[in-house]
């Protein structure tokens, strides 16, 4: 935090002891100067100098309070600001002071509140309905933050900063064009603003222009070389061109963060180099990094054991970032069979009639595209937002739920004649829950469909590219000791993966 704001009023009708005014008042000149300059224990040494004189200076107890804050004192500059704000309440600035600080604290409803005195006080505050928007935005409520990151542009038009944050909102929704038009006009205002920049690489790689992302990370970059999110950027940038040793030594530049660590264990891996990719996972751990996440990619790599499914936070932000592309990578990309094979299945064991259908790990709906014929009811569960949002506009389904598979699952009783699975146990090694809870949520003799790939010895297994497999052996047991009877386990080639096939199983059970 700057000394922006530093307090210089006139001391004169302020209560002080008898003949200390004039030195009071040159210290107050004098701390505030040596402020200025950055030499800040030397000013901190004058204003309590005063504070000694005089416990409630306004302009010690907030310029003090903004030193504080310089230094990442936040607690002790809380205090102050406070206490100067207790001493004049009307003064915008010490509200603002204030609200910025909390905001640093995380406190972002009591953040929140400050800045909404300060418009009371000021209406055309411009920095304050900024500030206000980045607390709403930090609390969740986004469209509240537009409107005031708005507000502050309305009456500021010059002001970049809230261009950034509306960006930040916008490429959070996945409306990257919005937010890479907030990035461009920020840059037209301030053109030396790095962040700008390599936010708008951010955008513009999730877009696929590669090329036009490393561009904006590198003029990032060329502003503030030590800007580690510009290098992770410009990592991840190269890392997708597939220039894996530019992108090493991008990520090398930002080894201060976790996710440059988890990019370089992510290159290390496809290049085979396992051992350097655990050290590498490793580092992200000691970095601040997801332990869950990261310990489900070292099991991946044999170097710690393997959990019993993947971490749902994972799951849920992969398909979240992949939606919009799902589909078509999917079917043209991954030639992805198994809503064909298990619509086949299906048809030549079950009687032909209309059947409450259940979709267990949705996704965008294309597996219910191909079951909606059959279906008195069609309803969908999954973990992702994002794949839910597309699987609505298919307007087949009669109920989709956002929420993890099991738990779903145990809030039904008996509901549905099917429940079909298609690639969902790949992110599932322990099966049993599934198999029990199935089993609640079917009808008397109703069928549970799913595909798995193959495991050729232990009941399941997670292989390096971070998905289980199972083997035949280990549904037919579960199938006995959760009371199914297996119709069908069939082989077949569910994908490719590549360019080579994956081999998989296509299950039918029956309730018993």
């Not at 107890?61 to 230094?71: D, I, K, S, V, W």
């Not at 390599?198 to 036009?212: A, C, M, N």
């Not at 199938?479 to 069908?488: K, T, Y």
Request: charged fraction near 25%; charge should be neutral; proline fraction near 3%.
């Amino acid at each position: 935090m700057s000394a922006f704001g530093l307090g210089d009023r006139n001391t004169a009708g302020q209560a002080r002891r008898p003949g200390n005014f004039a030195t009071t008042a040159q210290n107050v000149h004098s701390a505030i100067a040596l402020h200025r300059q950055g030499r800040l224990r030397e000013a901190e040494q004058l204003y309590r100098a005063v504070l000694e004189v005089n416990e409630s200076d306004f302009d010690c107890l907030h310029n003090l309070g903004l030193l504080h804050a310089q230094e990442s004192r936040f607690d002790d500059a809380v205090g102050l600001l406070r206490a100067g704000a207790r001493q004049d309440p009307r003064s915008v600035e010490a509200h603002n002071s204030l609200a910025n600080v909390l905001a640093k604290l995380q406190r972002h409803d009591e953040a929140a509140a400050g800045f909404r005195i300060a418009i009371t006080l000021k209406p055309d505050f411009a920095e304050a309905h900024h500030n206000l928007g980045n607390a709403l935005a930090m609390q969740g409520r986004s469209d509240e933050a537009v409107e005031h990151h708005e507000q502050a542009l309305a009456l500021r038009p010059d002001y970049a900063d809230p261009h950034v944050k509306l960006g930040n909102i916008r490429k959070e929704q996945g409306r990257l064009a919005e937010a890479a038009a907030h990035y461009r006009k920020a840059l037209v205002i301030h053109p030396g603003l790095a962040e700008a920049q390599f936010r708008l690489g951010d955008v513009l790689g999730k877009q696929g222009r590669i090329s036009d992302a490393t561009a904006c990370y590198q003029r990032a970059l060329a502003l503030e070389p030590d800007r580690a999110e510009a290098w992770l950027g410009l990592g991840n940038a190269f890392e997708q061109a597939q220039r894996y040793h530019d992108a090493i030594a991008a990520y090398e530049k930002a080894s201060g963060l976790a996710e440059a660590w988890l990019g370089r264990a992510r290159i290390l891996k496809r290049l085979s180099r396992s051992q350097e990719a655990v050290v590498a996972y490793r580092r992200a751990l000691v970095e601040g990094g997801d332990s869950e996440v990261i310990r489900f990619f070292l099991a991946s790599l044999g170097a710690e054991p393997a959990p019993a499914a993947a971490p749902n936070r994972l799951i849920s932000t992969v398909y979240d970032q992949h939606a919009g592309y799902y589909d078509q990578h999917m079917l043209r990309t991954l030639k992805y069979r198994i809503p064909d094979l298990l619509l086949d299945a299906v048809v030549r064991l079950l009687p032909i009639h209309k059947l409450d259908i259940l979709d267990l790990g949705c996704g965008t709906g294309l597996l219910g595209a191909r079951f909606h014929p059959l279906a008195r009811t069609l309803s969908g569960v999954d973990i992702s937002p994002k794949m839910l949002e597309l699987a609505r506009q298919r307007q087949i389904y009669d109920n989709l739920t956002c929420g993890e598979l099991v738990e779903f699952l145990q809030a039904q009783t008996k509901e549905f004649d099917l429940a079909v699975a298609a690639d969902v146990f790949a992110y599932i090694g322990d099966l049993s829950g599934v198999f029990r809870e199935a089993r609640g949520a079917l009808k008397s003799g109703g069928f549970f469909g799913f595909s798995v790939e193959v495991s050729e010895g232990q009941d399941f297994v997670l292989r390096p590219n971070l998905r289980y497999a199972h083997s035949a052996a280990y549904l037919e047991k579960l199938s006995q000791e959760h009371g199914f009877v297996v119709e069908a386990i069939d082989s077949k080639v569910l994908r490719r993966e590549n360019g080579d096939d994956v081999a998989g199983h296509i299950a039918i059970l029956r309730r018993g």
